[in-house]
C-alpha cells in the first residue's frame, strides 16, 4: 500500500494546500495530511486540524493528524514512504531542496514527491493569508468558507 504524508503548519488551510491534497489523493493509496504542531501558530493546533479535516470530508483516502518533532519520523509511525511537499517558485524550490536533502539522509527509505502549485494558487501562503486577513481583507476567494469564517472570527474582519 502507498501511504505519503502532506506536511506543513497549514495556519491556515488554503485552496492552495486543498489542491495539493486532491492531488496527491489521486496518486495515492492513503494520504496522511501531517499538521504541525508549533506554538507560534495563529490557529491552535486542534483547530487547524479541524479545519483542515472539515475541508477533505470529501476524500476517503485522506485523514489528517497532528505532529511534532521530525516529519520523517513521524512518516516511519504512519508507515508511509512518500513525503508530499507542494512547490510555488524558485524561492521554494531552494527551501525544499536542502530540506528533502537533509530528510532523505535521516531517512533513506521515505522518497520526497513534490507536485508544482496550480497557476491560480501561485500566490497564496499561509503567511500572506494571515496577513492580509489580520489587515482586514476579505480572503474567502483564497480559502476554503469555514477558514474564511474563521479567519473573521480570529482578526474581527
Same mark, same amino acid.
Given at each position: 500500500?502507498? /501511504?505519503?504524508?502532506?506536511?506543513?503548519?497549514?495556519?491556515? /488551510?488554503?485552496?492552495?494546500? %486543498?489542491?495539493?491534497?486532491? !492531488?496527491?489523493?489521486?496518486? +495515492?493509496?492513503?494520504?496522511?495530511?501531517?499538521?504541525?504542531?508549533?506554538?507560534?501558530?495563529? +490557529?491552535?493546533?486542534?483547530?487547524? *486540524?479541524?479545519?483542515?479535516?472539515?475541508? *477533505? @470530508? =470529501? $476524500?476517503?483516502?485522506? &485523514? /489528517? #493528524?497532528?505532529?511534532?518533532?521530525?516529519?520523517?519520523?513521524?512518516?516511519?509511525?504512519? @508507515?508511509?514512504?512518500? $513525503?508530499? !511537499?507542494?512547490? !510555488?517558485?524558485?524561492?521554494?524550490?531552494?527551501?525544499?531542496?536542502?530540506?528533502? $536533502?537533509?530528510?532523505? #539522509?535521516?531517512?533513506?527509505? &521515505?522518497?520526497?514527491?513534490? %507536485?508544482?502549485?496550480? $497557476?491560480?494558487?501561485? +500566490? *497564496?501562503?499561509?503567511?500572506?493569508?494571515?496577513?492580509?486577513?489580520?489587515?482586514?481583507?476579505?480572503?474567502?476567494? %483564497? *480559502?476554503?468558507?469555514?477558514?474564511?469564517?474563521?479567519?473573521? !472570527? @480570529? +482578526? =474581527?474582519?
Amino acid at each position: 500500500m502507498a /501511504v505519503a504524508v502532506y506536511p506543513g503548519r497549514f495556519d491556515p /488551510v488554503t485552496n492552495g494546500h %486543498l489542491d495539493i491534497t486532491q !492531488r496527491a489523493a489521486a496518486m +495515492f493509496e492513503q494520504l496522511v495530511v501531517a499538521v504541525y504542531d508549533m506554538p507560534d501558530a495563529v +490557529f491552535p493546533i486542534e483547530e487547524r *486540524v479541524m479545519m483542515f479535516e472539515e475541508a *477533505v @470530508k =470529501n $476524500l476517503p483516502n485522506v &485523514i /489528517v #493528524k497532528s505532529f511534532s518533532g521530525l516529519v520523517v519520523a513521524f512518516a516511519r509511525e504512519e @508507515k508511509a514512504n512518500v $513525503l508530499v !511537499r507542494g512547490i !510555488r517558485a524558485f524561492t521554494d524550490f531552494e527551501a525544499e531542496f536542502d530540506m528533502a $536533502l537533509m530528510n532523505k #539522509k535521516m531517512a533513506p527509505e &521515505i522518497e520526497s514527491v513534490y %507536485l508544482m502549485a496550480s $497557476l491560480e494558487h501561485l +500566490f *497564496v501562503s499561509g503567511r500572506r493569508i494571515r496577513e492580509v486577513a489580520n489587515l482586514g481583507y476579505d480572503a474567502s476567494d %483564497l *480559502v476554503p468558507p469555514h477558514v474564511a469564517e474563521a479567519l473573521r !472570527r @480570529k +482578526f =474581527n474582519c
